[in-house]
């Protein structure tokens, strides 16, 4: 972007001005073709004081003061050339870019949808609109963009890269939809059983898929995937049987057209279906197929950083972390100084439990952003540190993952476990309290009946210890009997 911004940038014809205002902004603008943005920009606030009005003027201002890094600034002087001059595409450019640069995403899609239809071939303009879009939680919109994109530069690996997440996007927010206590009885499960089968865990997913059946017998698309597991387990004859009891005619399609569109493979058309739970559903499947169409895309061109990072998000997501550390370790060959893909590297080695490589690779970047924001990268440094026994070292880092953001249950639990280790037993209490109710394997109740005893409190720590032993047998009760499940024949 700023190579195309600087073939514009010339000295500014000031019609009736005089000679030295001329030289004056023939100055301004050399300084910025050398990147001295700062000069820039103060020789541009004497030419705005000189000349007020002139729209280009303030536009440079607005531009110089954003390419020095100063894009709080920046934000009046180019919109007071937008008022005057609308025209000014680079003004819209760079307002938005600065509304993005400051964390106001929603500001920045104006200004930036002026700028792509005023070039809608410039890849560049749409790919900063996609980012408004996403970073506005309209990811509809920004795959509409990175559509355009990939259509205007196929071959554009980050455009590819972007377009996957944005699909992935939009399946969330689908999958999310149903998260509510008020949703459709059926669907969560239904959800469930599709994600069970593609992880090829069919004993599991068959009879939640048969349960949802009983609930949402007009989803007759359940027939097909459990067909598809009669298939996958060696049963063709059941197969053949399963999907009769699938069909649609025609007109029972046009009454539902997501399913019969994510049917016949128009996952695109599925994406802009209604608002009801059967099209949000199907605007999830629609979402996802999507990504492995866009992953598919992105593996046929050469070798990048972007492949070998969403190879890694994949691996990673499936708890394959020594592969998504191999494909980290590739992808930092095309950008070996990216403090963001170094973080992910470190946490993979983290989560593979190797924990020296872990500290080796993140130590130079932990004070550097976005390394020093990250709650992940954070807490597997200090988690890494309470490895190996550095618990004062492994403290602060803790502290600043909690405080990045206290939600998160993993840097919760590592800090409780640091002060735990340190005998600071009042200290790890409220940590663990709020995530007793979703302790699905027992840990935060174990810990808290080790921060109880250290405070003396020991007929409570018994009551946790306990109800921590009852939590892990129920769990390997759930075990044992997903291993006794077995498919059985069409009813």
């Given at each position: 972007m700023t190579s195309q911004v600087l073939c514009i940038l010339v000295a500014m014809l000031l019609s009736g001005q005089s000679s030295d205002l001329v030289r004056r902004s023939q100055a301004a603008a050399a300084a910025m073709q050398k990147g001295s943005f700062d000069e820039a920009a103060r020789m541009y606030q004497e030419l705005v004081r000189a000349v007020p009005g002139d729209p280009g003027l303030l536009m440079n201002l607005g531009m110089a003061?954003?390419?020095?890094?100063?894009?709080?600034?920046?934000?009046?002087?180019?919109?007071?050339?937008?008022?005057?001059?609308?025209?000014?595409?680079?003004?819209?450019?760079?307002?938005?870019?600065?509304y993005l640069a400051l964390g106001e995403a929603g500001k920045a899609v104006a200004p930036l949808k002026r700028a792509v239809a005023a070039e809608p071939s410039n890849v560049e303009y749409r790919r900063l609109l996609a980012r408004a879009?996403?970073?506005?939680?309209?990811?509809?919109d920004a795959v509409g963009e990175?559509?355009?994109?990939?259509?205007?530069?196929?071959?554009?690996?980050?455009?590819?890269?972007?377009?996957?997440?944005?699909?992935?996007?939009?399946?969330?927010?689908?999958?999310?939809?149903?998260?509510?206590?008020?949703?459709?009885?059926?669907?969560?499960?239904?959800?469930?059983?599709?994600?069970?089968?593609?992880?090829?865990?069919?004993?599991?997913?068959?009879?939640?898929?048969?349960?949802?059946?009983?609930?949402?017998?007009?989803?007759?698309?359940?027939?097909?995937?459990?067909?598809?597991?009669?298939?996958?387990?060696?049963?063709?004859?059941?197969?053949?049987?399963?999907?009769t009891k699938g069909q649609l005619s025609p007109a029972q399609c046009a009454k539902r057209q997501a399913l019969c569109?994510?049917?016949?493979?128009?996952?695109?058309?599925v994406l802009t279906a209604a608002h009801d739970p059967e099209s949000r559903y199907w605007r999830a499947r629609a979402a996802t197929e999507l990504t492995k169409e866009t992953l598919d895309r992105l593996d046929k061109l050469p070798d990048s950083r972007e492949r070998r990072e969403v190879r890694a998000a994949i691996a990673a997501a499936d708890r394959r972390y020594p592969d998504a550390v191999s494909e980290l370790k590739a992808a930092l060959e095309f950008a070996p100084k990216d403090v963001a893909l170094i973080g992910q590297l470190g946490t993979a080695l983290y989560?593979?439990?190797?924990?020296?490589?872990?500290?080796?690779?993140?130590?130079?970047?932990?004070e550097q952003p976005p390394a020093n924001e990250d709650v992940r990268v954070l807490t597997a440094y200090g988690?890494?540190?309470?490895?190996?026994?550095?618990?004062?070292?492994?403290?602060?880092?803790?502290?600043?993952?909690?405080?990045?953001d206290t939600s998160d249950r993993a840097a919760s639990l590592s800090l409780a476990r640091a002060y735990i280790r340190q005998e600071d037993f009042r200290a790890a209490l409220p940590l663990l309290e709020w995530q007793l109710a979703g302790d699905t394997d027992g840990s935060a109740h174990v810990l808290l009946s080790r921060a109880l005893a250290g405070l003396g409190q020991t007929e409570k720590a018994e009551a946790m210890l306990a109800k921590s032993q009852e939590i892990q047998r129920a769990a390997q009760q759930r075990a044992e009997e997903a291993g006794k499940r077995i498919i059985t024949p069409p009813k």
């Open positions: 003061l954003a390419m020095g890094g100063h894009e709080a600034e920046a934000i009046g002087p180019l919109e007071r050339a937008i008022k005057l001059k609308p025209a000014l595409v680079p003004a819209q450019l760079f307002l938005g870019s600065s879009y996403v970073e506005s939680n309209r990811a509809m990175l559509r355009a994109v990939t259509d205007l530069n196929p071959k554009l690996p980050a455009a590819w890269y972007a377009l996957f997440h944005a699909y992935n996007d939009v399946a969330q927010e689908a999958i999310g939809s149903f998260a509510d206590n008020s949703a459709p009885t059926g669907w969560q499960d239904l959800l469930l059983a599709d994600a069970l089968a593609s992880d090829g865990r069919f004993a599991d997913a068959f009879p939640v898929y048969r349960d949802v059946l009983a609930v949402l017998p007009s989803m007759v698309t359940i027939h097909d995937a459990i067909a598809r597991i009669y298939d996958q387990t060696g049963h063709p004859d059941w197969a053949s049987i399963e999907r569109a994510f049917r016949a493979g128009r996952y695109r058309t989560l593979s439990r190797d924990y020296e490589p872990a500290l080796a690779i993140l130590g130079p970047i932990m988690d890494s540190l309470l490895q190996i026994d550095r618990v004062e070292d492994a403290v602060g880092y803790l502290r600043r993952a909690f405080t990045a």
